[in-house]
């Protein structure tokens, strides 16, 4: 029998919700799966297979497309509650009661959208780079996005390097290896994104950042344990986000990484793991 | 062989700086030590078994009484300058040349004067439930703290119930089994703190909360990796401290514990135990 890790396992599809699905899932099949929401203009490629691989030890690691990207067909949406609605569509299809829930940036929006729609379906969420609504710098792309996002490049997913990672030497040297990972799946790769995505997904984290009742208060109905997880000079969701989620987040633990950016977790995949592992293990 | 824990180690004295300094040391004597730093108004009794015995597990654990505190004699400063002297006097008198050093609250002020003076000294930092010099909040005792250590009460050691924990049935629940870890020591317990310590060390409180030079710009110096935890909801040492420390020092990770007071390591100590473990490991 094969084991899958994040290099080799099959993209398979399922539908719900009037549309078809690509996800992968592979791993440990006991306990609890991890299910995990993909950052901005992200497809199945860019997570870390380091850290899913990580995962994988202990449980079964789950990771799709959302509507409308890359190889999942239908029209991106504009709001992450939309975005949250496809998300346990997504998961409700599988047939999963019980998940543990991993958001990335724009995926840890929506994964707050999800936690607190569904307290049955998450038992512990896990937040990483990511902000409430209306964080501080969130009104859309922070100039340091809109400055990385819109350099042009020889060699196109070295952006990850300047998004993720902070400039110093050792920062930059853990990108490098980094993107050795994440080029390592050569065959089966996702397909590209369209170039609707992008200005759809930003038009989400727009509204996302815009105001909605008292602030802050609806972290109130997240009930689950949270592990909020950042870098301490994130340029993308500046970090101070973080620990207002964990301020407001009635039972959250905030861990925030030395001399990193929006990809701490992958600047550190083996303490993340960690880190991660000994969360979800109680 | 009698493997001493946290509960029965004898307490011993070394001569340094004209001080005879009371001290214990017990634990697994390969590695490099940790030396730890105690609270306003603390002795040698003030720390958790559970904490320094999980820590013991691993390497040797050194605990002892600053200028003037309980067993230890002489005239208590009233700066933490004077304090991180009296320590470092300490430390070089016991011969070890590279050690971990853990600071809790006021302790953690004076820790982070011993790592910048001792650069070859300190290898590595954990600063706990403590705050930068001039920190936020930090020009005194806290209204919260006076109200606490105001308080008369007919069982004294339950202050440490208000102190250490929050005011949540689950923090209190944690606080019984503090107190009956406390108290764990029966035989050949340090002696009390005079009358004298408390408006000492308050003195020394206020003087470390007052501005010198560029706010925060000495963290920069502070080379070590640190290790910054804090409970989310800090009321005799302001939680944003913690952040302000992670965000100033150049090789600093933060944990904060959710629904905790200033004594989040003693709400949590096996999780605490667990990162420390691992932040020393590395």
Known sequence: MTIYTHTNAPTQFVDAAGIRFAFRRFGNQTGIPLVLLQHFTGNLDNWDPAVLDGFANDREVIIFNNRGIASTNGVVPTTYAEMAKDAEAFIDALGIKT???????????????????RPDLVRRLILVGTAPRNGDGMQGLTPEAQAIFG????????????????????????????????????????????????????????EWGQPKGERFAYLKDIKQPVLVVNGSTDVIVPTINSYHLQQHLPDAQLILYPDANHGSHYQYPELFVDHVTRFLRT
Do not use: C
Request: charge should be neutral; charged fraction near 25%.
């Open 99 to 117: 998940i543990d829930l991993l958001g990335f940036s724009m995926g840890g929006g929506i994964a707050q959208l999800v936690a607190q729609a």
């Open 151 to 206: 350099k042009v490049r020889a060699v196109e997913d070295e952006v990850w390097m300047d998004v993720f990672f902070t400039q110093s030497e050792k920062s930059q040297a853990a990108a490098r290896k980094f993107l050795d990972r994440y080029r390592a799946r050569t065959v089966n790769r996702d397909v590209n994104i369209s170039d609707v995505v992008a200005p759809a997904q930003m038009a989400a984290i727009g």
